[in-house]
């Protein structure tokens, strides 16, 4: 890796290469808690999903975030049939999430039967899983 010596005057954030995510270090951070993203820095799009160029204001300038792993539960479904990986789970919730700070994400959470297991704008926070996919529990 080239270095550099950056000083004051010199200094400029806007610059800085944005640092991209791949996939599977995206997976990685997921797999430690961690909720890693996508921003953009023209209209402050946040993202979970990768992207080049914000699909709204058509900015190439895009950084990597990490958002809060809390959010509040915007709407879901019961499901209580379930492939096999999620057996353990059953009955889940599958839910849209808007976090406290990030985007909205869609994402289990486990052993909910009935509504009133889950009021809308419950809040939850993101628990890795060895399953696949986004896993929240009622916080
Ligand atoms: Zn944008």
Redesign the pocket.
Known sequence: MEQRTVTETTRDDHLAPAPQLSLKQQKEAFKDGKLVGFH?A??K?DRLSPMTR?P??K?PDITTREFSKTGKVVSYTIQSVAAEQFLNEVPFAFALIQLDDGPRVSGLIPWIGKEKDLPIGQKVEYTPSYAAGMRFEKR
């Open positions: 953009c023209g209209c799009l914000c709204k204001c900015s």
